[in-house]
């Protein structure tokens, strides 16, 4: 099902997400399936799930042909090297700036199965997780100009 796509200045977008004691959970699978057909729909490259209403730390992002499906995920490190790039947000329609974000990032995460997951990114999907993470702590990208 495609859900509705909270846009600023919805209060949800501002409120650090609970973490998900079960990923297991018939609801949290559910809505694994509904955000990223969400995210097909609306042509985004991440989805974060205070996005859609949800405020649980859950994100997916799809990027060249593979898809990330991150629960309960953390930045365990991040580069020195920054690049600044021109992002959007599907929270913001239409809006787009230049944000500087690490080059590569270590994050860590459990699966949609539970599974403890270890992914190295840089470039495009670093940032990205950098982006979808950001909502789980209710930052905005508009604060990190």
């Not at 509904?34 to 730390?57: I, Y």
């Not at 060249?64 to 913001?92: A, H, M, Q, R």
Request: with cysteine; charged share 35%.
């Amino acid at each position: 099902m495609v859900l509705p796509i909270l846009t600023y200045p919805n209060v949800i977008l501002k409120k650090k997400a609970e973490k998900i004691k079960d990923p297991k959970d018939p609801e949290i699978k559910e809505l694994v399936f509904d955000m990223l057909e969400t995210l097909e729909k609306n042509n985004g490259l991440g989805l974060a799930a205070p996005q859609v209403g949800k405020s649980v730390r859950l994100c997916v992002i799809k990027l060249d042909g593979k898809t990330y499906v991150l629960v309960n995920p953390k930045i365990k490190s991040k580069s020195w090297k920054k690049e600044i790039i021109e992002e959007g947000c599907l929270s913001f329609p239409g809006q787009f700036m230049p944000i500087k974000r690490s080059k590569k990032v270590k994050v860590e995460a459990q699966d949609k199965n539970g599974e403890k997951i270890k992914i190295e990114a840089e470039g495009l999907l670093a940032r990205a997780f950098q982006h979808e993470i950001d909502h789980l702590d209710g930052i905005l990208f508009v604060e990190r100009k």
